[in-house]
């Protein structure tokens, strides 16, 4: 019973985490994808100038666009994400003879890229459609059954996992990456300070750092996979990885054009991350106190 209480709460802390973290960035997630799937140089000072304008044109609101999309991918993926990594950590501490806690590098990375593997492949759906609903106007899907209902019929049901390829892809380096370096910050923290708990906010430094480091590793992926997305819509055709990261480099330059609204994701990112992994960390801590 304890094994199932363990797992309910993970569930519960992660999908928590994964709102959280969400809607805090969803205005900057959104001006990100726009940039991301159009050939439009990216500037700070554009992506501002794009943010203000939408608020000028459709209401402070419309910045939210597609995040009630965002929660319904993100909330069941955080949650099975944050959920399997603990499992994974149990179950590779049990095959190498260390408790979860206690993970070497290897595993720990592993541990990670499994996670964010398994939450990926069983919600990317949901990501392709708040991918959708982001670049387009309001007019054109009016809510998520609605996006789900016009890709089936007018563009067949695998178009549902197009981009799915790289999306995995950027999830084994960004997930694994990140798990390992907050989780290796923690272990380093524990050794160092003598305390056994970090506090909120040295939690947050720490999730903003494997924010950092897991999303410029995977970004590339990134921008291809919104491409393969989103290619129903923008006029792009639809195409393999090889020939969407050939037709970026050719159109818009290697860095400009695959690393196109990094410095974005490097405000977006450990802001989300820190949050989330710090949301993550004192639900468990709540919930286990509530249950003793």
Request: with cysteine; hydrophobic share 40%.
């Amino acid at each position: 019973m304890s094994d199932h209480r363990q797992v309910l709460s993970s569930l519960l802390s992660g999908a928590l985490a994964g709102a959280l973290a969400k809607t805090a960035v969803a205005p900057l997630d959104r001006t990100k994808i726009i940039f991301q799937v159009s050939s439009k140089r990216f500037s700070a000072k554009e992506a501002f100038r794009l943010l203000y304008f939408t608020y000028l044109n459709e209401g402070f609101l419309s910045l939210w666009r597609g995040n009630s999309a965002t929660m319904v991918r993100v909330v069941p993926y955080a949650a099975i994400q944050f959920s399997a990594h603990e499992e994974y950590k149990r179950i590779l501490g049990h095959y190498y003879g260390f408790r979860g806690e206690a993970l070497p590098p290897w595993p720990r990375l592993l541990a990670g890229a499994l996670a964010g593997t398994t939450a990926a492949s069983l919600t990317y759906p949901l990501d392709l459609v708040r991918a959708r609903m982001a670049v387009t106007p309001k007019e054109m899907y009016s809510n998520i059954f609605h996006v789900f209902i016009r890709i089936s019929r007018e563009e067949g049901l695998k178009t549902l996992y197009h981009g799915f390829t790289p999306t995995v892809l950027g999830v084994i380096p960004y997930a694994g990456l990140s798990f390992f370096t907050y989780e290796t910050l923690k272990s380093l923290h524990r050794e160092y300070s003598g305390r056994p708990q970090p506090y909120p906010f040295e939690r947050m430094i720490f999730g903003a750092c494997a924010g950092l480091i897991g999303q410029s590793a995977s970004y590339p992926l990134d921008v291809v996979r919104r491409r393969m997305q989103t290619a129903g819509v923008t006029g792009h055709p639809h195409a393999s990885i090889a020939h969407t990261l050939r037709a970026i480099v050719r159109e818009e330059g290697a860095v400009r054009g695959l690393y196109k609204g990094l410095s974005m994701n490097w405000l977006k990112g450990p802001i989300a991350v820190g949050i989330s992994f710090t949301t993550f960390d004192l639900m468990q801590i709540l919930l286990r106190h509530l249950q003793s």
